[in-house]
């Protein structure tokens, strides 16, 4: 008996260390699997980690510190023009003038170099001339300013593609793939160097239809007949919204948002006039055409029409109804791009 209850003494026992070592198996397996899933997740999610920002339509601008030309670096100065524009084309204001259409003739004014990957806005009276040269010094063709012809429009036309001449899948796929810019001016002085570089000299006559226009204005306004028009005059013209500015030549003073198109065109660089030739904002220009050590060249034809006292002297003679009118002709460009009245 004695050996019987041993035998099943031993025999419960070995069961119950069976049992044990199944259900340490099973725990152990379990852990095991587990700890391998925690750590298959885990390596999941930092191979794709998900993003914290989502992407804006509009610029960003929780970043953005209100500072000065001066003051910022000029990635926050573009920043915030950029931030202005979208926010003007996103207006009552903008929407009530805006004849948003895509045609090819609209694109005029855009030219594409293909070697530096560029497309460039020309605004006639604000420093055109300037950037095409700069292009092609960043393309190669010209090794500096003093080497280049005198036409400098043909050579630049030459070198470039107009968007113009192209369909509307390349002008898209260009936009897509290249660096955008334009130069902007102050509307008031823009006006004023168009008038005194296209119109008030005789001798503009050899290069401009000036006679032609002037004789149209005259016409219009039963103004006395002659050879010559006074600012007075001309303004009255601009001002006058009947007048559309039909013909290629009067591109001088179109309104800039219509040759240039920004609520249409995200820019990249949205350059001015009155800032271009600062140090730091003409070498971050430089440096954007991956070209260094060239100073900026002078203007062929420069009327200094963006000094106080030039522009005293012709505004002075408008009445403040005329300036006013002539402010709401170029509204847009005067809030597209920041400028006061």
Known sequence: MVQIRLKQSAIRFSLGFVVLVIISSVFLYNNSVQNKGTQKRYRYRSRHPQPVVQRQNAPVKHFMKNCSVEECTFEEVQRKRQLNIWKVCNGDQYKETNNSYFARHRFDHFYYVNTSGIVFCAIPKATSTTLKRLLLISSKIYANVESMPLDIHRVFNEHSVKLSDLTKPDILNIFKNSTKIMVVRNPFTRLLSAFRDKLEPEWADEFFPRSIFIEKIQDKYGLEKGNSLSFKEF???????????????????????????????????????????????????????????????????????????????????????????????????????????
């Open 235 to 341: 303004a009255r013209y601009v001002s006058d919204f009947d007048n559309t500015f039909p013909n290629d030549f009067e591109e001088h003073w179109r309104e800039m948002y219509k040759l240039c198109l920004p609520c249409e065109v995200k820019y990249d660089v949205i350059e001015k006039f009155e800032n271009i030739y600062d140090k730091k904002e003409y070498n971050s220009l430089l440096k954007l055409l991956n070209i260094s050590g060239v100073l900026p060249p002078k203007s062929t034809h420069g009327t200094n029409s963006s000094s106080k006292m030039m522009v005293e002297k012709y505004y002075s003679n408008l009445s403040e109804d005329l300036v006013y009118s002539i402010y709401q002709r170029y509204l847009m460009d005067f809030k597209l791009f920041s400028y006061n009245l």
